[in-house]
């Protein structure tokens, strides 16, 4: 059993369930991007868990593209929270927050070359990181309240480093950034619904009289 990937669907799962009422009762198109970035991660992390029953053809590609689909939209969610910060009159197009998306064609391009493909992934998971910590500071600076979030993006960077830098032996650095992840997602997601008005991002509970 991958209990790590295991850990890592679990904290997808929520996300997904989160997601998915924040995006029903705001309508905003960020969150169903993130949405699908969630029920990519649930995806990848199903067909590492299931890789035994499933063919070898079948379950590589599902959880390699499933990364790769998972950043993409994260990505984009990140260029719409960037969107979102300017004023009306400063936005760019709605539609450059979807040029994120062209980093499938340019994975498609560059997969069969081991190194290449691991450097592209390692910049935009650092920018995803970079741009995801601006933003905190953006927001922090704006409303405060911001707490969680950072903690978050803390552990996620964790996972970055434990991933792509630390010279861990192969069975810890698995445990080490799949349980930071896990944790990175629960507890980002968790932050910042906290600081959406009442019912969007946590629910409105009225005093009533008996």
Known sequence: ????????????LYALLKLSLVAVRSGRTTFRVLLAAAAFLCIS????????????????PVAEWGHVLLLACVLSALALFVRESKPAFARFPLLYTA?????VISYFLVRDTYALKEW????????????????YGVYQYRRGGYVRVLG???????????????????????????????GGVALLIHGYLQVLPAGIG????????P
């Open 1 to 12: 059993m991958e209990w790590p990937a295991l850990i890592l669907m679990t904290s997808g």
């Open 45 to 60: 992390q199903a067909a590492v868990l299931f890789a035994a029953p499933l063919p070898e053809v079948i379950a590589a």
């Open 99 to 103: 040029l994120p998306l062209l980093i």
């Open 120 to 135: 592209m992934l390692a910049i935009y998971q650092g920018g995803a990181l970079a741009v995801a910590g601006l933003m």
């Open 152 to 182: 978050g993006l803390g552990l996620m960077g964790g996972a970055y480093l434990a991933y792509w830098m630390l010279p861990l032996q192969e069975a810890v650095r698995t445990w080490s950034w799949q349980l930071l992840l896990a």
């Open 202 to 209: 946590r629910v409105k509970y009225q005093n009533r009289r």
